[in-house]
């Protein structure tokens, strides 16, 4: 590859929509042994890159300014590093990504998903779904490994079981019903009013407004309460616990970092009754689970809106204020 710069987005401040800029000469980034290069054809926009603009995230992640930001993309390989075996220059793959060329202490991945190139390790890649476009394969990954991570690894969730997805129409929050409807969970799903025709046509077995009726306040009890908002806390979820239910969230709070980080005590708390925090890794052995998931039919791309990268603080400001009823995406190329 001869072409030494990019298109990408960049933050030199922490701030608002405004400190979004778009580039045109930044340099290609260079792989080491363990990583290829990725031409992007599309970035997944998530609420972490928020964060990452405000600089919320600055005291825990290793990254400083200036950044990328984004870390969801599809695209193909156009370089691969001496120790990568697994796949080749030309193929279509899709992933978390993560800059770092080790996994990081913080657990944080590295990001730089907002550029026309960017470099991932092997080990986060998956080849892509079979029928999906870049831009609806780059909605899928870092919301699909969080509720992948969370249902079925994290709680080893089993068909017949009652789970309640709080946030149901989101990103995370549709990932997590589709991938409880696959397994053959009870899913009732918490959303806007406004979300009611989009979330019926995920099939969930009931839904529940929550401007209209609070989940906590019912006599209803769930094996898994999965709360993706972040506003209903344990402590207010545990009677719509059975005894031995599990509530889970993927919401940081200082609660949820204590659980985190010292899980056997939090669940003496509820007796048999457990209180879980789960933190999304890049992983492209998920990935790729994910991906066979999707191919036999099980899983559909939600795409609530695409924006162009010259649109990126118009897409920041939506994801801010807008309605959420799947995923955003940032499309870097044609
Ligand atoms: N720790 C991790 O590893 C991890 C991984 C992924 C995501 N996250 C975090 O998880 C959160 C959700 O992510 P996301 O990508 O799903 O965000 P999103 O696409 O913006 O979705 C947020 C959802 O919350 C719903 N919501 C808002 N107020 C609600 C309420 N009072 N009751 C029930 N639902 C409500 C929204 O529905 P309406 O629009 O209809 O109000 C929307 O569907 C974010 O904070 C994100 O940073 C953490």
Redesign the pocket.
């Known amino acids: 590859m001869n072409k030494r710069t990019m298109k990408a987005v960049m933050i030199t401040q922490y701030g608002g929509p405004e400190v979004l800029t778009v580039k045109r000469d930044i340099n290609i980034p260079k792989i080491e042994k363990n990583q290829v290069l990725i031409e992007n054809y599309a970035a997944g926009l998530?609420?972490?890159d928020i964060?990452l603009r405000k600089g919320i995230l600055a005291s825990v992640i290793d990254d400083h300014l200036p950044i990328i930001p984004g870390l969801d993309i599809a695209g193909k390989i156009v370089a691969t590093g001496e120790s990568v075996t697994k796949f080749s220059v030309g193929q279509n793959v899709y992933a978390m990504m993560d800059s770092n060329n080790e996994f990081a202490k913080t657990g944080f991945a590295k990001t730089g998903a907002y550029a026309a190139y960017c470099t991932t390790r092997e080990d986060t890649l998956s080849l892509m779904p079979n029928n999906l476009s870049y831009v609806e394969a780059a909605t899928i990954p870092?919301?699909y490994l969080?509720a992948y991570q969370a249902i079925v690894k994290k709680l080893n969730a089993e068909k017949g079981q009652k789970i309640l997805i709080?946030?149901?129409?989101?990103?995370?929050?549709c990932a997590a019903v589709q991938i409880a409807h696959y397994i053959g969970l009870e899913v009732s799903a918490?959303?806007?009013m406004?979300?009611n025709n989009f979330m019926r046509s995920l099939n969930p077995t009931k839904i529940i407004h929550?401007e209209h009726a609070d989940f906590t306040k019912s006599s209803e009890k769930y094996d898994i309460i999965f709360d993706?908002?972040?506003?209903k806390n344990y402590e207010v979820c545990r009677n719509n616990l059975t005894a031995t239910g599990t509530y889970i969230s993927?919401?940081?709070t200082n609660e949820t970092f204590a659980v985190y980080h010292n899980p056997s005590d939090s669940e003496k708390y509820g007796f048999h009754k457990k209180n879980k925090y789960?933190?999304?890794t890049p992983s492209g052995n998920d990935l790729s689970k994910i991906t066979s998931i999707i191919n036999q039919g099980h899983i559909v791309p939600i795409i609530n809106k695409v924006f162009n990268i010259d649109e990126v603080a118009k897409a920041h400001k939506h994801?801010e204020t807008g309605?959420?009823k799947g995923?955003n995406v940032l499309k870097i190329k044609d």
Not at 166 to 173: D, F, I, K, L, P
Not at 228 to 231: A, D
């Open positions: 998530n609420p972490h964060y870092l919301v969080t709080n946030g149901a129409s989101g990103g995370v929050g918490v959303c806007s406004h979300a929550y993706v908002v972040g506003n993927n919401v940081p789960n933190w999304v994801m309605i959420s995923k």
